[in-house]
C-alpha cells in the first residue's frame, strides 16, 4: 500500500512542478507588460489574458501537489494536540463528508463547462485580443480528477495511520524554511 500511495503522490508532485513553471512565465510577461507599457509607451492586448490563464493554471493545478506535500492551510490549533490515531479519524470523516463531494462535483461540472467551452469555442471577453480560453476550461475537470486521485491517497495514509498510530513519511520536495530550521 506505501508503493501506491507513494506513486499517486510522485504524480501529484511531477505535476505540481511542471505547471510552478507558470510563475517564470507570469514573473517575464508581466516585466514585458510593464516595460512596454511605461517605457515604450505600446501596451499589448494579450498580456493580461495570458496572465490570467497562466495564474488560474497555476492555482488549479497546484492542488494536487499541495495535498500531497501537506502543506494546504490547516487550523491546527487543537489538531496538533490529538494523537495520531484521532487525527487520522478526523481526517478521514472530513474527506469523506467534504473533500471528496467538493472534488466530484468540481470534476462533474468543470468537465461540462469545459465541454461547453469546447463546443462555442470560446474566447475571452475581457480583452480585444479575444485568446482562446477552452484549453484552460479543460484544467478545471483536469485538476478535480488530480485532486480526487490525491484524496484516495490521502484516505489511504489516514486509514494506515489509524491502525498503526503512525503517519507515512512523505515524499520529499521543497520545505518551508521554518521547517528546515527546526
Known amino acids: 500500500m506505501n508503493s501506491f500511495i507513494h506513486s499517486i503522490e510522485s504524480i501529484s508532485v511531477w505535476v505540481g512542478r511542471a505547471f510552478g513553471w507558470c510563475i517564470l512565465i507570469l514573473t517575464f510577461s508581466v516585466s514585458y507588460e510593464v516595460f512596454v507599457r511605461y517605457v515604450l509607451n505600446a501596451p ?8 490570467v490563464q497562466m495564474y488560474g493554471a497555476l492555482f488549479l493545478m497546484a492542488g494536487a501537489y499541495a495535498l500531497a506535500q501537506d502543506s494546504h492551510v490547516r487550523g491546527d490549533v ?7 490515531r484521532v487525527q487520522a479519524t478526523i481526517d478521514f470523516i472530513l474527506y469523506i463528508l467534504f473533500f471528496f463531494p467538493g472534488m466530484l462535483a468540481l470534476f462533474w461540472f468543470g468537465a461540462e463547462i469545459a465541454s461547453d467551452s469546447w463546443r462555442y469555442k470560446e474566447v475571452s471577453w475581457n480583452s480585444p485580443a479575444r485568446i482562446q480560453i477552452y484549453y484552460f ?4 475537470p483536469v485538476a478535480g480528477g488530480l485532486l480526487i486521485i490525491q484524496g484516495i491517497a490521502e484516505i489511504l495514509r489516514c486509514w494506515k495511520a489509524m491502525r498503526s498510530g503512525e503517519w ?11 521547517k528546515m530550521l527546526t
Open 44 to 51: 499589448t492586448v494579450w498580456v493580461f489574458d495570458m496572465m
Open 137 to 140: 476550461k479543460t484544467l478545471i
Open 78 to 84: 487543537l489538531y496538533r494536540l490529538f494523537p495520531v
Open 168 to 178: 507515512l513519511e512523505r515524499l520529499d520536495d521543497a520545505q518551508e524554511t521554518e
